[in-house]
């Protein structure tokens, strides 16, 4: 059986990776964070199949220990500080994590080494906001970077740290720049799930208002467990590189919220939903759009389903989720 190494496993895409790794006949490890990490519990609840092993992307030692442990032939690197805003309060803590959290991996991933004929394969989830002021429109592997926030920025660092690896020590290591990805594992804090969420407890009675930061920008989401998907793709490539994975489609936010409430039965959203510059960022990201001809040809990938879909999909998991709470209390 293959085996598996995720980082940030408690996350979306460590729970959609780890089922989809689970259905293709993997040994899923995960690495699992802090000395009474609130999330182990219910992750090992809904996926009793995740072999949890202690480790921190700030921490060296503990990398080269959970790679010892696992024996991996693929690890996928998903942990990180992952919420834009909060980036900016704690910057430092970002880059440490989402940029220097990669060389560490990487550099654990050389002291360990992995079967002689088999080395380790590396997937690094990159992200669009490294675009993030973009330079052409829409976004291709060959787009160059312009972060626009603290989170940007290390997730340039750890995109140009797998490059420099990959052509100086000739590793597995491939990227996935991936653009935002939703679902209904999404957590709360992030705008589609707030979003989604609010809708569903709006409808219910049990909350009165959205408040919202910047409704302009204009996103391209897909849904996440198509995402996890390209990455395994990449990885059973025989050369490493780096690809695009997005739907080729932009939203604004607003048109999120429209869909939202009205899905939720809600026509006139504007009635409850307020903006507040205190959610607006320093700097913001205007646009993305991704072009994802390259994965497509190469990989064969494709994203089967849809915007309208997927905010259907939050917004009914939302309403299910709160209706139970509201009958639980
Ligand atoms: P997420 O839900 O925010 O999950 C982040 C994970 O990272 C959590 O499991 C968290 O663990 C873990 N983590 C945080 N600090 C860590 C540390 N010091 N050491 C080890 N693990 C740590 O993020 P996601 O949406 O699943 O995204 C997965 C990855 O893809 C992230 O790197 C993100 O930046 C990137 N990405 C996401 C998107 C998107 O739209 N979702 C788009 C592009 C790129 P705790 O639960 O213990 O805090």
């Given at each position: 059986m293959p085996r598996a190494l995720i980082t940030g496993i408690t996350g979306q895409d460590g729970h959609h990776l780890a089922e989809f790794l689970h259905g293709k006949g993997y040994d899923v490890y995960g690495m699992i964070k802090g000395q009474n990490n609130p999330r182990a519990a219910?992750?090992?609840e809904e996926m009793p199949f995740v072999e949890l092993i202690p480790g921190d992307l700030a921490d060296l030692p503990s990398l080269v220990a959970a790679l010892q442990i696992a024996q991996p032939d693929e690890v996928y690197n998903l942990g990180a500080i992952s919420f834009v805003a909060l980036s900016f309060s704690q910057a430092e803590l970002t880059a440490n994590t989402t940029g220097l959290g990669v060389l560490r991996m990487l550099e654990a991933i050389r002291m360990v080494g992995g079967a002689q004929n088999n080395p380790i394969r590396f997937y690094q989830a990159s992200s669009s906001e490294m675009f993030g002021q973009v330079r052409e429109t829409p976004q291709t592997e060959l787009t160059p970077f312009h972060p626009r926030s603290p989170y940007g920025c290390a997730k340039v660092f750890g995109h140009d740290i797998v490059v420099n690896y990959r052509e100086s020590y000739d590793m597995h290591a491939s990227s996935g720049i991936l653009f935002n990805h939703e679902g209904p594992r999404r957590g709360i804090e992030f705008v589609t799930r707030k979003?989604?969420?609010a809708a569903a407890r709006v409808k219910l009675g049990?909350?009165?208002?959205?408040v919202?930061?910047?409704l302009?920008?204009?996103?391209?989401?897909?849904y996440a467990g198509d995402y996890v998907e390209a990455m395994w793709m990449m990885l059973q490539q025989d050369e490493p590189d780096d690809f695009v994975i997005s739907t080729g489609e932009t939203h604004t936010v607003q048109e999120f919220v429209e869909k939202a409430f009205a899905h939720a039965g809600l026509e006139d959203w504007e009635q409850y939903v307020r903006q507040d510059p205190?959610?607006?960022r320093p700097a913001e990201v205007d646009l993305l759009i991704g072009d994802s001809a390259k994965a497509k040809a190469v990989l064969g990938w494709e994203p089967k389903v849809g915007f309208d879909e997927l905010v259907k999909?939050?917004?009914d998991n939302d309403l299910a989720l709160e209706a139970a709470k509201a009958n639980r209390s």
């Open positions: 219910k992750l090992q979003i989604s969420n049990l909350q009165h208002e959205l919202m930061g910047t302009d920008a204009k996103r391209d989401w897909g205190k959610f607006f999909m939050m917004v």
